[in-house]
């Protein structure tokens, strides 16, 4: 991916990885709990831009390192995957 600005087109909330794999569309976000480098490595093959981590947690050194090589964005947020699955919804327009 080259660097410079992505735009979202989705995101899928899960702490199961493989679900992941087997759900999330290319090009939205991870929103999860999970910190850490494997994180990264299924986002990659699924091909999503961006993980976000919730309830205030805070990602691995290894998670960091990995996402800066696959080019993938680390956000967090101090809420609940929830509310942050509601309020990316809200802002792509996906809620009625």
């Known amino acids: 991916m080259e660097s410079g600005s992505t735009q979202l087109t989705g995101g899928y909330t899960s702490d199961l990885l493989s679900d992941v794999m087997a759900h999330a569309d290319e090009g939205g976000a991870l ?13 990659s093959l699924v091909g999503l831009t961006a993980i976000i981590l919730c309830n205030g947690r805070r990602p691995a050194d290894d998670m960091v390192e990995a996402a800066k090589g696959e080019s993938i964005a680390i ?22």
């Open 31 to 43: 929103i999860t709990i999970q910190g850490h480098k494997n994180s990264v490595a299924v986002a």
């Open 75 to 96: 956000l967090g947020s101090q809420e609940d995957q929830f509310t942050v699955s509601y309020k990316l919804a809200s802002l792509l327009g996906l809620c009625n």
